[in-house]
């Protein structure tokens, strides 16, 4: 018998044990009628099965072994490889292991069709030569996976550019640790990226959230042993055909299913986790990449960090029943909320390389962090809520405040400070007086005495008045009507391959509707008023005054483009709260 078949019996006795143990204190105890089992807490019932199908499996290959023991070679369970700028632990995983990431991914209960999704997704660009830029999408349920990936390949695209094709051109100069200059000058010309340069993106991108996942001193790569190992393993992994064929027949219904294939690579180098994942990105792109990626992040991390980065650690990070991903930090606001008792809720405790919008907080269902919505680099993961995608800019400056932004976050946060209500957007009048002065602000006396009438100051009336008032009082008026008007460019980037009604092949007449991702060009603009109905209106009457004053025209056709919507915008107005946002063709959408 080997060490595994004997610590897989060891570890069936012991689920057995601490299951019977267990019985008299579940929480969903079993009813019998008539002598049969009716129901039965899912947590025993999961351990149940595992014990009894490893134990069955570990007796077979006793059986097995005690025909032919002298034919039975000991399987070295851990491989050490020390390189000159780093090393490499090379392992499989235990039962137990296994078991404890399994339940942290899917529960103690999860179905075949979840696990499907989960084993059929790989990490692969579009064709389609509009999207391929994109990470096409095939199965529901590894968008969260797919979509922060996706994140990080455009910053590398639009950003550091130059560098990726340095380091394809001089593969031989180039070292992969070495960190990007970012590029002040993107292009969107997308479809004009080659595919070394795109591959290139995608390596470095999950280097780099690996290493981010293990706190930027190790990253673990988990790959499959069915590939071989050694060379064999490297020259499988290399083909893609290969790679299909061995996965073959392969499927995933139960941790131990898992463990028979798993195996992991732990990585302290930088640039030999970038030339490892180079090598072994045919892997990913295969049906079980969405899985393997998922798996090395969290084993990265740590499946302990995992579980106490999380509020309800009893939850599986693959949600029932569609098997949507999860976010391991639920709570999206800034630092942490302290509930009172020694109870506190995690939020996001610094800033972040990408951030994230989600439409649940134009619901009021909840609120994000100025860490997510103002991230180092302008793109954002998207969340609706059952999918993930993108939103990015080709413009670093684009989160940028304008004069009028500055000055109301001026102004407000004077005023905040005074606010006695506990954040209810009003103060006294003494406080009014405060914030004149920290803000420089002359009001003129009947305006003063107009807000102090009631004895309390109401944020919305002050704010009105600020708006209405000269600059060289301190306000914000200005003749112009284009102090603080911002007008922007944002793409849209939905990974889910549908039927695209517009594409080629339906207006050729050929074949059926163009199977492929959706990117979307959106024209954003910020208006200087309050809402957007004040700025229309002042910009329909200005334009239109100045169009028919200098060429005579007719003013209606000075009009401003009218604003489209679609719940996209509603995402977009939780960052830019005024923003106003148009598109050619079909609406973007976040599902």
Avoid at 150 to 162: G, H, N, P, R
Avoid at 558 to 566: D, I, L, T
């Amino acid at each position: 018998m080997t060490d595994l078949d004997d610590e897989e019996l060891q570890m069936a006795i012991m689920m057995s044990m601490q299951i019977s143990s267990s019985e008299p204190k579940r929480s969903n105890p079993v009813e019998t009628v008539a002598g049969e089992v009716v129901s039965e807490s899912p947590e025993a019932n999961y351990w149940r099965f595992q014990s009894e199908k490893m134990a069955a499996a570990a007796e077979k290959r006793m059986m097995a072994g005690s025909e032919s023991s002298s034919n039975v070679v000991k399987k070295e369970k851990e491989e050490v490889e020390e390189l000159e700028d780093g090393r490499i632990v090379s392992m499989e995983l235990s039962i137990k292991e296994v078991n404890e990431l399994f339940v942290v991914v899917f529960g103690y209960e999860v179905s075949k069709g979840i696990l499907e999704q989960w084993c059929n997704q790989g990490i692969r660009f579009s064709s389609d030569p509009e999207t391929s830029i994109g990470l096409v999408q095939h199965e529901s349920g590894p968008c969260g996976v797919l979509a922060t990936i996706q994140a990080f390949v455009l910053k590398y695209i639009i950003f550091f550019l130059d560098e990726l094709k340095d380091s394809v051109s001089m593969p031989q100069n180039w070292d992969p640790s070495t960190k990007f200059k970012s590029q002040t000058v993107p292009s969107n010309n997308f479809s004009s990226l080659t595919e070394d340069v795109k591959m290139s993106a995608l390596v470095r991108s999950m280097g780099e959230m690996l290493f981010m996942c293990g706190s930027n001193e190790r990253a673990v790569i988990a790959t499959l042993s069915i590939l071989g190992n050694g060379s064999q393993h490297s020259e499988v992994i290399s083909k893609n055909e290969g790679i299909t064929e061995a996965l073959e027949g392969l499927s995933i219904e139960s941790a131990l299913d898992l463990q028979k294939v798993l195996r992991v690579e732990t990585y302290t180098s930088r640039a030999s986790l970038s030339k490892r994942l180079e090598a072994t990105m045919p892997l990913f792109q295969s049906r079980m990449g969405a899985l393997l990626f998922l798996t090395s992040a969290l084993l990265s991390r740590g499946l302990d960090l995992i579980q106490t980065d999380r509020d309800d650690p009893s939850l599986p990070l693959v949600t029932a029943p569609f098997g949507h991903a999860s976010q391991a930090v639920s709570n999206v606001f800034d630092g942490r909320m302290d509930l009172g008792g020694g109870m506190f809720l995690k939020g996001v405790s610094n800033n972040v390389e990408v951030g994230f919008l989600t439409l649940l907080e134009s619901l009021n269902y909840c609120k994000v962090g100025q860490y997510l919505k103002c991230p180092k680099w302008p793109i954002w993961v998207v969340g609706s809520e059952s999918h993930y995608t993108v939103l990015f800019s080709l413009d670093i400056n684009v989160q940028n405040e304008s004069e009028l932004e500055e000055r109301e976050s001026q102004i407000r946060k004077a005023f905040d400070a005074q606010d006695q209500s506990g954040g209810g957007g009003f103060t006294s009048v003494d406080g009014l007086h405060q914030v004149l002065r920290e803000t420089n602000i002359k009001l003129p006396q009947e305006k003063l005495e107009y807000l102090s009438s009631t004895g309390y100051v109401v944020w919305s009336e002050f704010w009105q008045i600020i708006l209405d008032l000269d600059k060289s009082l301190g306000g914000l008026k200005d003749s112009s009507g284009l102090m603080g008007k911002r007008v922007f460019d944002l793409y849209h980037f939905n990974g889910i391959a549908k039927s695209d009604l517009s594409g080629s092949q339906v207006n050729s007449g050929v074949g059926s509707p163009l199977q492929r991702p959706r990117l979307t060009k959106l024209r954003v603009s910020v208006p200087p008023r309050w809402t957007p109905e004040e700025f229309m209106a002042d910009v329909t009457i200005s334009s239109a005054s100045s169009g028919a004053k200098s060429s005579g025209k007719d003013p209606e056709v000075s009009k401003p483009e009218p604003s489209q919507h679609a719940p996209l915008v509603d995402c977009i107005r939780t960052r830019w709260p005024r923003a106003i946002c148009s598109w050619s063709g079909d609406a973007p959408s976040i599902v």
